[in-house]
């Protein structure tokens, strides 16, 4: 979905009194989360670990038309709970309340699981499961006050059901998926909504360009599509979507599951044969069952 298709089915104010956290911000997929709430009407946050990638969002939230007074930066770190605290305490701070936490903050590369270090697996499951958690917990407070607070969690779809050399990142993700049920179970009677998303192959994004080594982005794509499919790789815009959609009231009754934006791609399996021989194939079948038949008469 492209940013046009975007104005066609949500109005421009659908987040307007809404603020939103998003963590990491920065770049990538979490940027793009972050301009199209603010571009729809929400007061955001981004929260990352280098300023320079924050600056970088504040300035596209500009160019987009968003006022200076309705998009802010934290410097920080989701895996210390510290961290997450203060940037929780920042937005409350400045904009008066938080309705939205988006967990977006992630890392992944491609690994063998034998050369895999403890201290790489760690690092990976502290980025995506224990930052999820520590900023979830540290939202907590300001989401129950506001009695319609929502927590998006940006997942994946390699950990359905196991993808190669990232057995890292996939117990990352299916940890940060029970952490969206457990919560959903435990903090909707304070009119919290926790949902996950979770996106397919995103073309133009950081993360993608790490998983694809070094083959022509154009050429990636083309492999990458034929293996989804509606037949094309994801936008940014496309997950952008799918957020507005959570946050905004049309979401208020979903909680506790995760919508994956990925074209199909994790349900792919190669043909048994080609489209256009199936039914030449399947009349060949038929004769030949006939004839058996005819023959035991």
């Given at each position: 979905?492209?940013?046009?298709?975007?104005?066609?089915?949500?109005?421009?104010?659908?987040?307007?009194?809404?603020?939103?956290?998003?963590?990491?911000?920065?770049?990538?997929?979490?940027?793009?989360?972050?301009?199209?709430?603010?571009?729809?009407?929400?007061?955001?946050?981004?929260?990352?670990?280098?300023?320079?990638?924050?600056?970088?969002?504040?300035?596209?939230?500009?160019?987009?038309?968003?006022?200076?007074?309705?998009?802010?930066?934290?410097?920080?770190?989701?895996?210390?709970?510290?961290?997450?605290?203060?940037?929780?305490?920042?937005?409350?701070?400045?904009?008066?309340?938080?309705?939205?936490?988006?967990?977006?903050?992630?890392?992944?590369?491609?690994?063998?699981?034998?050369?895999?270090?403890?201290?790489?697996?760690?690092?990976?499951?502290?980025?995506?499961?224990?930052?999820?958690?520590?900023?979830?917990?540290?939202?907590f407070e300001p989401l129950k006050s506001s009695g319609d607070g929502r927590?998006?969690?940006?997942?994946?779809?390699?950990?359905?059901?196991?993808?190669?050399?990232?057995?890292?990142?996939?117990?990352?993700?299916?940890?940060?998926?029970?952490?969206?049920?457990?919560?959903?179970?435990?903090?909707?009677?304070?009119?919290?909504?926790?949902?996950?998303?979770?996106?397919?192959?995103?073309?133009?994004?950081?993360?993608?360009?790490?998983?694809?080594?070094?083959?022509?982005?154009?050429?990636?794509?083309?492999?990458?599509?034929?293996?989804?499919?509606?037949?094309?790789?994801?936008?940014?815009?496309?997950?952008?979507?799918?957020?507005?959609?959570?946050?905004?009231?049309?979401?208020?009754?979903?909680?506790?599951?995760?919508?994956?934006?990925?074209?199909?791609?994790?349900?792919?399996?190669?043909?048994?044969?080609?489209?256009?021989?199936?039914?030449?194939?399947?009349?060949?079948?038929?004769?030949?069952?006939?004839?058996?038949?005819d023959s035991k008469l």
């Amino acid at each position: 979905m492209d940013s046009a298709s975007i104005q066609r089915v949500f109005r421009r104010d659908v987040c307007t009194g809404r603020v939103a956290l998003v963590t990491g911000g920065g770049s990538g997929i979490g940027q793009e989360i972050a301009v199209k709430l603010a571009e729809y009407g929400a007061k955001v946050a981004v929260f990352g670990r280098r300023e320079s990638a924050l600056q970088s969002t504040m300035s596209l939230m500009r160019e987009r038309g968003v006022p200076e007074g309705s998009c802010m930066f934290v410097q920080g770190d989701v895996r210390s709970s510290e961290s997450a605290d203060n940037a929780v305490a920042q937005v409350v701070a400045r904009f008066s309340k938080l309705d939205v936490l988006v967990n977006s903050a992630a890392g992944n590369f491609l690994a063998l699981a034998e050369k895999l270090s403890t201290n790489a697996f760690r690092t990976v499951m502290e980025i995506d499961a224990i930052g999820t958690f520590n900023m979830s917990r540290a939202a907590f407070e300001p989401l129950k006050s506001s009695g319609d607070g929502r927590i998006i969690n940006i997942t994946a779809t390699l950990q359905l059901p196991a993808t190669w050399y990232q057995v890292h990142a996939s117990a990352a993700k299916a940890a940060v998926d029970s952490i969206t049920r457990s919560l959903a179970l435990e903090w909707g009677r304070f009119g919290i909504r926790i949902t996950g998303v979770a996106p397919g192959p995103i073309a133009d994004t950081t993360g993608t360009a790490k998983l694809g080594g070094d083959v022509d982005p154009e050429e990636r794509n083309k492999s990458v599509a034929s293996k989804i499919p509606v037949g094309r790789v994801g936008a940014k815009t496309d997950i952008a979507a799918a957020v507005l959609y959570l946050v905004s009231p049309v979401g208020n009754f979903v909680s506790g599951d995760v919508l994956i934006v990925d074209g199909g791609h994790y349900l792919y399996k190669k043909p048994v044969m080609p489209r256009e021989t199936l039914e030449s194939w399947s009349k060949k079948m038929e004769k030949k069952s006939r004839v058996t038949a005819d023959s035991k008469l």
